[in-house]
């Protein structure tokens, strides 16, 4: 990989060349590059899983696979966009590019410890698709391994869920690196409230991936022990708790969809104010609000089980803190309009993804009060209303959060600059395919249509086919949007350093970075980190 010079010095491609140099490294932008490739490459094969599972439902009856094939195709489509897309992306790309360079400082705490988790997401990807080829093909169970079932397939659920252990091992150590570089590697003088809100939106990533993780690993491994040794854990037929399984997964499973969701915050949270040439509206409220997303995140698990014979009590009490989550989300939504009202507003690709997140993520959490709600999730619960909400947030928010960040840190990265009329152009038909999609969704799923089967009744055909045509203009805007990407960084003019009059700190170094990250020492703004001059 070559990349262009403006003024002789060395960037962090051309310190080393050679492929070992790359997967033995040690320097934490690269690393990030390592991670980004691997993402993009998994989160392109869940694409394909997921229109293959669109075809299949676009007609009433089998249509291209069998009930149990479109299992197994639904099971490993959740497995990678969760396990090898969602949770990883923004943390350990961009995360792991640029943390340390916006609290100016040269690595994270813990290189050594960064490339483990690179190479541990790796063999946990390994895993997870050796269960295509190895023993009675892949697991059938959707991805949240729900026992009993999962102790009982002849399906391959030991080498998935082997897989999942390992790649919360590689997000263990991402937060914990990431915790002790902000707490002990911030530049002289930059206090907590001078940290960009991105660096709040990892931090607050970070205790979540170090505290809720390990819950996860030891109910995966609780799995595996009961398939191999017929332990009765989860299986009622001897003895065990298929409740239990539940708490379990999901004490993890609800603080993950923020491990997902906050650094994509705080990815908008850097872009509007960008965009609008002025200082973001309410940065402690943000920056706090981020901390108050996680801590409630670990309270709310229970809204995931109000239909499994729960107390009354507790369902109320979940349902209340179901609600009370929902507060800091709004507080983050109100400042980044409030930034944006009389901004001096520059309409570029990375803004227009931030506002498709505002926009989409609104609509996914306010879905989300709808399953929050006691009365209405009883009606909701296991339809297709639940897979509109959830894609809403996670694809609609996080999804599209990453893609800004793509365009919004393409230059800094690569030093190229891409084709701003074709990236717009390929957001309106991204945006247009992805509401196409998932809207119906949520019409099915009032309609009454249960989610995770591949076969529904005739009157939900109309909406089924709308949403098929919808994948296809999705995927439409995906192939554009990433062809125009590759041309720039294979033709595209030279960026600069700040092409976009960014105030933060990676805005003062060079485009590549060097392998220190800066040649001279960055200056901190003098008055809070979203100083516009």
Same mark, same amino acid.
């Given at each position: 990989?070559?990349?262009?010079?403006?003024?002789?010095?060395?960037?962090?491609?051309?310190? +080393?060349?050679?492929?070992?140099?790359?997967?033995?490294?040690?320097?934490?932008?690269?690393?990030?590059?390592?991670?980004?490739?691997?993402?993009?490459?998994?989160?392109?094969?869940?694409?394909?899983?997921?229109?293959?599972?669109?075809? @299949?439902?676009? &007609? /009433?009856? @089998?249509?291209?696979?069998?009930?149990?094939?479109?299992?197994?195709?639904?099971?490993?489509?959740?497995?990678?966009?969760?396990?090898?897309?969602?949770? =990883?992306?923004?943390?350990?790309?961009?995360?792991?590019?640029?943390? =340390?360079? *916006?609290?100016?400082?040269?690595?994270?705490?813990?290189?050594?410890?960064? $490339?483990?988790?690179?190479?541990?997401?790796?063999?946990?990807?390994?895993? &997870?698709?050796?269960?295509?080829?190895?023993?009675?093909?892949?697991?059938?169970?959707?991805?949240?391994?729900?026992?009993?079932?999962?102790?009982?397939?002849?399906?391959?659920?030991?080498?998935?869920?082997?897989?999942?252990?390992?790649?919360?091992?590689?997000?263990?150590?991402? !937060?914990?690196?990431?915790?002790?570089?902000?707490?002990?590697?911030?530049?002289?003088?930059?206090?907590?409230?001078?940290?960009? $809100?991105?660096? %709040? !939106?990892?931090?607050?990533?970070?205790?979540?991936?170090?505290?809720?993780? /390990?819950?996860?690993?030891?109910?995966?491994?609780?799995?595996?022990?009961?398939?191999?040794?017929?332990?009765?854990?989860?299986?009622?037929?001897?003895?065990?708790?298929?409740?239990?399984?539940?708490?379990?997964?999901?004490?993890?499973?609800?603080?993950?969809?923020?491990?997902?969701?906050?650094?994509?915050? !705080?990815?908008?949270?850097?872009?509007? /104010?960008?965009?609008?040439?002025?200082?973001?509206?309410?940065?402690?409220?943000?920056?706090?609000?981020?901390?108050?997303?996680?801590?409630?995140?670990?309270?709310? %698990?229970?809204?995931? *089980?109000?239909?499994?014979?729960?107390?009354? =009590?507790?369902?109320?009490?979940?349902?209340?803190?179901?609600?009370?989550?929902?507060?800091?989300?709004?507080?983050?939504?109100?400042?980044?309009?409030?930034?944006?009202?009389?901004?001096?507003? @520059?309409?570029?690709?990375?803004?227009?993804?931030?506002?498709?997140?505002?926009?989409?993520?609104?609509?996914?959490? $306010?879905?989300?009060?709808?399953?929050?709600?006691?009365? &209405?999730?009883?009606?909701?619960?296991?339809?297709?209303?639940?897979?509109?909400?959830?894609?809403?947030?996670?694809?609609?928010?996080?999804?599209?959060?990453?893609?800004?960040?793509?365009?919004?840190?393409? /230059?800094?990265?690569? !030093?190229?600059?891409?084709?701003?009329?074709?990236?717009?152009?390929?957001?309106?038909?991204?945006?247009?395919?992805?509401?196409?999609?998932?809207?119906?969704?949520?019409?099915?799923?009032?309609?009454? *249509?249960?989610?995770?089967?591949?076969?529904?009744?005739?009157?939900?055909?109309?909406?089924?086919?709308?949403?098929?045509?919808?994948?296809?203009?999705?995927?439409?805007?995906?192939?554009?949007?990433? %062809?125009?990407?590759?041309?720039?960084?294979?033709?595209?003019?030279?960026?600069?350093?700040?092409?976009?009059?960014?105030?933060?700190?990676?805005?003062?170094? +060079?485009?590549?970075?060097?392998?220190?990250?800066?040649?001279?020492?960055?200056?901190?703004?003098?008055?809070? =980190?979203?100083?516009?001059?």
């Amino acid at each position: 990989m070559s990349t262009a010079t403006d003024s002789g010095y060395v960037n962090f491609f051309q310190a +080393k060349k050679g492929l070992a140099s790359w997967i033995f490294t040690l320097d934490h932008k690269r690393i990030g590059l390592l991670y980004f490739y691997s993402v993009l490459a998994f989160f392109l094969v869940g694409v394909l899983l997921g229109f293959l599972m669109r075809l @299949e439902l676009i &007609a /009433p009856g @089998e249509t291209i696979m069998k009930a149990t094939q479109y299992n197994q195709v639904f099971t490993l489509h959740g497995v990678i966009m969760i396990f090898l897309f969602i949770i =990883p992306v923004i943390p350990a790309i961009f995360g792991n590019f640029f943390l =340390p360079i *916006m609290i100016g400082t040269d690595d994270v705490a813990f290189p050594k410890l960064n $490339l483990l988790s690179w190479w541990l997401y790796i063999l946990g990807a390994l895993f &997870a698709l050796s269960t295509l080829v190895v023993g009675e093909g892949p697991a059938d169970t959707g991805w949240t391994f729900y026992a009993p079932y999962s102790v009982k397939t002849g399906t391959n659920v030991t080498l998935a869920v082997l897989a999942a252990f390992i790649l919360g091992f590689s997000s263990i150590l991402t !937060g914990l690196n990431f915790i002790v570089t902000i707490h002990r590697l911030r530049f002289p003088g930059m206090k907590w409230f001078d940290m960009p $809100l991105f660096m %709040w !939106g990892l931090y607050a990533t970070s205790w979540i991936q170090l505290l809720a993780t /390990p819950v996860i690993g030891i109910t995966l491994l609780m799995i595996i022990a009961e398939r191999t040794f017929g332990i009765g854990l989860f299986d009622p037929a001897i003895g065990g708790d298929p409740i239990l399984y539940q708490h379990l997964f999901w004490i993890y499973s609800h603080p993950a969809v923020y491990i997902m969701v906050l650094p994509a915050m !705080g990815i908008v949270s850097e872009i509007i /104010p960008t965009f609008t040439n002025r200082t973001i509206f309410g940065y402690k409220a943000i920056a706090i609000s981020s901390l108050a997303i996680a801590f409630v995140g670990y309270f709310v %698990w229970g809204h995931h *089980m109000f239909t499994s014979g729960m107390s009354g =009590p507790a369902r109320i009490i979940f349902s209340l803190l179901t609600f009370l989550v929902a507060i800091p989300s709004a507080i983050k939504v109100f400042n980044w309009v409030a930034t944006l009202y009389k901004g001096s507003i @520059e309409i570029k690709p990375p803004l227009l993804y931030a506002m498709a997140f505002i926009f989409q993520f609104s609509i996914g959490g $306010l879905t989300g009060l709808v399953n929050g709600a006691l009365a &209405a999730n009883v009606h909701v619960h296991d339809t297709y209303f639940v897979v509109g909400h959830f894609h809403y947030v996670m694809f609609g928010g996080t999804g599209f959060a990453f893609f800004g960040a793509m365009h919004y840190w393409f /230059p800094k990265i690569w !030093g190229k600059m891409y084709n701003i009329k074709r990236a717009n152009i390929a957001f309106a038909i991204l945006f247009a395919g992805f509401n196409l999609l998932y809207f119906p969704m949520l019409i099915v799923g009032i309609m009454g *249509m249960p989610r995770r089967y591949y076969d529904y009744l005739p009157e939900f055909t109309t909406m089924n086919v709308i949403s098929t045509v919808g994948s296809w203009v999705l995927i439409i805007g995906l192939i554009m949007m990433l %062809w125009n990407l590759i041309n720039g960084y294979r033709k595209g003019k030279i960026a600069g350093n700040n092409p976009w009059g960014g105030v933060t700190l990676e805005w003062q170094t +060079k485009s590549p970075p060097p392998l220190p990250n800066f040649l001279k020492k960055p200056e901190l703004p003098e008055d809070g =980190p979203y100083t516009f001059k």
